[in-house]
């Protein structure tokens, strides 16, 4: 089984994840040796990076075993900050792998140890905009992929006092190549053109409009 010790680690550490709801997650050893001999299946944590696990579960539905893939985040805190100067929204454009294009989106970033979310709000806010004189305020909670992945995010309202941007590629994986201010009507023909399809964005703009009290 591939580190099926980190997989126990984890049951420790979030057993909220672990526990019974509508699936039961098996945990006998015995059970898990015998399904991977006659599936070929690996169960346990099979890859795993500074930013995530991707872990494959054997679950129980009503007798039935199966496996079921799932990313768990290795970092708690992830944030994402919808810049906003009178009214108007700061979005930056990052190219992102995994869907090889470029994007025009909100700043967020993983969670950092020993960082509130509020303080990472700031830092990120900092590192891809050069915003570092705005209000942070909590606006929100989203799943990142309920059907992927345990992950969720805070999503923040950042009240932009000044502008004066400036970006710091300093992920490896990083790459951004402007940042810019757009008017709502700007927006809302962005969104309908599917020139802007980022989830973080969309939920926080709507947030944003849902309670403009913030």
Known sequence: M???HKYLELVRQRPQLFTKEALEVVLDEKIISQYEKD???QIGVIYESPWRYLVVDLVCDSGNLFAYERVIPA?????AILPVYNDNVVLIREYRHPVNQWRWEIPRGFGTVG?????NARKELFEETGINNATITHIGIIDVDSGLTSDQVDLFLAKVKKIDFSVENKEECERIEAVKLFTMPEIQRMIIDHEIVDSFTLSALYTWK????H
């Open 210 to 213: 849902l309670h403009p009290q």
């Open 115 to 119: 960082v509130s979310a509020v303080q």
């Open 39 to 41: 599936t070929g299946r």
């Open 75 to 79: 970092r708690l805190g992830g944030v």
């Open 2 to 4: 591939k580190n099926w």
